[in-house]
């Protein structure tokens, strides 16, 4: 997944010279956090709320206020370090990024060095639930496998999918903290998920909890089984 496919294009902008208050009015009207602030075209900063709430100092926004805003400009405080990445930049990258300098979005350039788009920590979380196929249909499997055994695992697992006219519509996997095993999460779809399931059983995989609608009588008891086991 690379952050080409789930940034926001054409991105609303502000420009430097532009006072604090019209930023601040931008954002409210596009529902939006943050801007990215150019100059003659290029990227100058980025302006956030977070910047702006200084000279809010913490009160309501009154008359006085506005008028402290509309007497300030962009360029008094907007974030001039700034962090970004490219179009063809991996999305774990990307958000690896945010995480590590705490920030909540990413400017995101092309080739030439212009701005191309912005990448947000929601749009990242986004990516990764539609990675997971999150609320979809289908049969998820959890299981454990050692460290050192996932490349068996996953021609016997595409093996077992051919088997049983299952359509395998994701297959994730991350290393457990106890660094000896790896979490494999499997989205299945087709009639025979429980042939599957039973299948893995028997080949003494370690699973650690299925969702999804499972029928087979034997395997639905396993099933809820693992269930109180992991709660």
């Known amino acids: ?29 596009n529902r939006i956090r943050r801007l990215p602030v150019l100059r003659e075209g290029g990227l100058a900063g980025i302006i956030t709320q977070s910047n702006i709430l200084p000279f809010l100092k913490n009160e309501p926004i009154t008359e006085d206020i506005k008028n402290v805003l509309r007497s300030s400009k962009v360029r008094d405080a907007m974030s001039k370090k700034l962090i970004t990445c490219g179009l063809n930049t991996p999305l774990e990258d990307a958000g690896g990024s945010m995480r590590e300098h705490h920030v909540g979005a990413l400017p995101v350039l092309n080739e030439k060095g212009a701005l191309a788009g912005i990448i947000t920590e929601s749009d990242v979380l986004e990516a990764l ?49 106890d660094g000896k095993n790896e979490l494999i999460m499997l989205r299945l779809k087709g009639l025979r998920t429980d042939d599957f399931i039973a299948a893995l059983w028997k080949k003494e995989y370690k699973l650690l909890f299925v969702t999804g609608k499972v029928t087979d009588p034997g395997v639905k008891k396993a099933v809820s089984e693992l269930d109180k086991v992991y709660r």
Do not use: Q
Request: aromatic share 8%; net charge negative; proline share 4%.
């Open 1 to 29: 997944m690379i952050v080409r496919y789930w940034m926001s294009e054409n991105p609303v902008t502000a420009t430097e010279d532009i006072s604090l208050m019209d930023a601040f009015e931008l954002m409210k009207k």
């Open 129 to 177: 639930a539609g990675i997971a196929k999150a609320r979809c249909e289908g049969v998820r499997v959890y299981l454990s496998v050692p460290v050192g055994e996932k490349i068996g695992m996953i021609s016997e697992i595409a093996g077992l999918c051919n088997d049983y006219f299952l359509e395998l519509l994701t297959f994730l996997s991350h290393p457990l903290r």
